[in-house]
């Protein structure tokens, strides 16, 4: 079974930064698209970064230029490196993983998702 699991949340002041890390677990053979998304109270959930797995990214309006995202391919591992934060940010930061191959019980294409991690700004 594949497993994603988040790391580096947390509470920061306004103008500070964080670096999330997802790492996905199991007998994975490959994983196209990582992403990481938000999801704030009373909102929906809404993709902020993405990354193939040919290194190609792509930024919601509102952090590019202040979030970075980088993934590492040989460990199954996506970061999310976040700069300049503001409350606005404050939310549950979710990891996914698009199109992972895996082999164990058997061989299939899935989605996965991380169970989230807080990331709390404060002024």
């Known amino acids: 079974q594949v497993q994603l699991v988040e790391f580096g949340g947390g509470l920061v002041q306004a103008g500070g930064s964080l670096r999330l890390l997802c790492a996905a677990y199991?007998?994975?053979?490959?994983?196209?698209?990582m992403a990481w998304y938000r999801q704030a109270p009373g909102k929906q959930r809404d993709q902020v970064a993405v990354i193939s797995s040919g290194g190609s990214t792509d930024y919601e309006d509102s952090v590019k230029g202040r979030f970075t995202i980088d993934r590492d391919n040989a460990r199954n591992t996506v970061a999310l490196q976040m700069n300049h934060l503001a409350p606005e940010d404050t939310a549950v930061y979710y990891c996914?993983?698009?199109?992972?191959?895996?082999?164990?019980?058997?061989?299939?294409?899935?989605?996965?998702w991380g169970r989230g991690t807080q990331v709390t700004v404060v002024s």
């Open positions: 199991g007998n994975i053979l490959s994983i196209d698209d």
């Open positions: 996914s993983a698009q199109g992972v191959v895996s082999t164990v019980p058997e061989y299939r294409v899935d989605d996965y």
